[in-house]
């Protein structure tokens, strides 16, 4: 495996006006919670998985027995207007060349599925509680900030850059010719946000015309916690052991 | 050499119902005092090497006089039932890009052979001595789960992650549709284990329909654990030169 | 995006003796300043953007609501006598393999622009505050070197190494039948310098054959010092939070 | 510039039974001064220039105000019963994926030039002063032990690992269907060996069947290892430039 690879398990045809939404972990978890929340509520079906020689070189066992590669994965909803893809995982890629490879491959998939807009979901840190909290967005057209702008988000007022996934992916996007943008909730940054994960939950339903019932996200959102700090604490300690090998001299004889 | 080179001796034809059975370096030395072992006492004829730009840059001087460059090594055995490939080394890759690259390589040479099944063999460490030392077990299809389980291989109990090929290489054969399992015996991690590989010896021999004798296991893993220690010292000894050569202004000029 | 992409916004033909002229950071900012004010005082037109995983994976919110992935650009002034393409970014690649493919992508689009000269323009840190400030060159052919040191360039003066793109460029030009050379400002290394700056607008306003009034040089060099500042504190501050959040176990998970 | 590149000079053709020498950096300076030394007594001339993405990213000014690029050069000298093909150069690669890639392109060309036989010479590190130094020597076959070892040089003696191209060069030549040794002088390892390498031209020049005269070789051994020292101090100034400009917030923006 010498590139990142789109496992595909369906090939979906004819979608009417999709969108890539994506949910992955990030500032105060809010695109995780996001995505997963209504990859749930919606009952999308997973058509592909994504494994790539920049995550971790380590697979998860699972309850009953069986081996969980690191991976993101992509879900259809079939909407009454719009087909929605959403990206979902635990983890992004380890490296810069890492991350511009899986986005570019996240954005040749899309190309393949005639997606024309990508929709990144994150958090927009402050270090300061607030109870009125505002959701900002940055967009490749002015198009799109009207549109996300008439719901509310605001444009123009977040500053400096966006790391990862959530910025790359509309970056890549606009320069293969699709649109793009990236919702973020203005939160403290060091926990998980629910609160503002479900504003976006909101306006994601209202902008993409699908109804998502908000009583469980507080629930899920905690599963949502307790999997993502499982996968850190496996990473990490795998690292550590790597490490400590390395210090008593079996080092990299795995 | 850019990629990771499988050189092959020989072109095995007709393998029948043909399964890679993996004994490279890991916790407790398990896999590699296993595969090495079966390899010897079956006297499985060599098929191939492997050699990778992401093993260290440095040779071996054999007693002959010769070089031995760093690789992993196919075996092949013609059994009765099913004939067997052993996959032994005194490394793995040193980098998760590396990691992936390597295990990718293996399974495209798996199904070049029409090999179906990817047996690892690996420890699972409890940090513990136990008297009665347990086989755990992850599998990539129930199938496997039950067929090992028939022959007391617990799956499910283990917890956590696998990290190297023992985890990738079965991970990597399920998106490539072949069949994977990790077998792990139970062991304190820190030192060889040679109780826990002659049970996995017996098991696979039963599994695979292959008679093993053990007596000769002993001293054989005496010998595993010197030859890997000495791999261990030589590419230590070599980053440590590198690293006091950095700091005397020699650096990468070697 | 497994490599470094030259996204073109329109095809220049049949281009009259073409150069490139590179205004990338570097000692003293003096090539970005001369690079940056040449455009904009010629009123140069963007023909292409190049991007790279090699530059940080981030992106910048603009003020207005837009996304800015990290690049360097490409614009093309039409002179009288020669038309000159200058290369301006805020960044240069980040590993030594990194800027050999980047300085490599722009001679390959030197070559199909017809480019037959790169001239990149840097600063030659001396450590010290001199009134006079010299011009050191270097260049791959005795006739730059007599053409440049006809105007006042000194060459064969200048010692030790050139790091970056100011001495890959031309050096890959070489290997690639182009003529290069590089053009330093004598400067103290550790400010920004525009009266050095100021005289390689001049020498490069008359070796190229085109007009630049040099009043408003001191105010623009200030923006460039204020745009790079801004560009270097983003990276930094995302590479501070990344190194934090793997201190607190949230390592590549982002 | 993707991968490791060579420029080639002229095409020579028909070669008479070619062999490489290399003389690249290594311990005690052994190779760099037999290969640099035979080079200019035999007045070989150059044919290739091998340039990587794995060297420095970085060139030399030269005193006549010319770039130079790191790099390793071939040379070709035309000799009464065998041609010969000498590697020069000032550098290795810098990662273990670059050695094996620099390596595999210097057999990929040696296969180009038919050649058949690859020699590397290197230093064997005791950290002891001895009076008479032995020569050792590792080789990939019977026949080149026996032809060696009738000359005087000491096989299956030497220990340990080869670090570096001295070592997977040949190792790679094997793959290749070539035949390769590495032939070490015994040296205390910390300083330049001109007696070890005095020792390996008369070695070689009877070997090869080409008359060297020695006079000359300590002082151009002192010349070698002035300009090694001059190549260690700029990649090693460049180094400590780029980490003190990390740490003052700089960065990677060279």
């Known amino acids: 495996m010498l590139e990142t690879l789109i496992v595909k398990k369906t090939k979906p045809k004819k979608l009417r006006s999709p969108v890539l939404v994506t949910g992955l972990p990030g500032i105060g978890l809010i695109g995780q919670v996001v995505g997963r929340y209504m990859v749930e509520e919606l009952k999308a079906k997973k058509i592909a ?30 909407g009454k207007k719009r087909d929605l893809v959403f990206l979902l995982g635990d983890i992004q890629a380890m490296s810069s060349p890492g991350q511009y490879e899986v986005s570019g491959k996240i954005i040749d998939y899309c190309k393949e599925l005639r997606i024309k807009e990508v929709i990144t979901v994150g958090g927009y840190s402050t270090g300061q509680m607030v109870e009125e909290k505002r959701l900002f967005g940055v967009a490749t057209s002015d198009k799109l900030r009207k549109k996300f702008g008439k719901m509310g988000v605001i444009f123009g007022e977040a500053k400096g850059s966006i790391v990862g996934a959530a910025g790359l992916l509309p970056a890549i996007a606009k320069i293969n010719g699709l649109d793009g943008s990236c919702i973020m909730g203005e939160t403290h940054g060091s926990y998980i946000d629910t609160a503002a994960a479900k504003q976006i939950v909101v306006l994601l339903s209202k902008y993409l ?13 905690k599963e949502s916690q307790k999997i ?15 490490e400590e090998a390395t210090s008593r001299n079996v080092s990299y004889i795995r």
Chains 1, 2, 3, 4 share one sequence.
């Open 209 to 221: 015309g699908v109804p998502v019932n908000l009583k469980r996200l507080n629930e899920r959102a």
């Open 228 to 242: 993502l700090k499982k996968v850190q604490e496996e990473v990490q300690n795998a690292m550590e052991q790597q």
């Open 49 to 78: 998985n994504l494994v790539s020689p920049h995550f971790p070189h380590q697979v998860f066992m699972t309850k009953r027995g069986g081996i969980r590669i690191i991976k993101n994965s992509f879900y259809l909803f079939k």
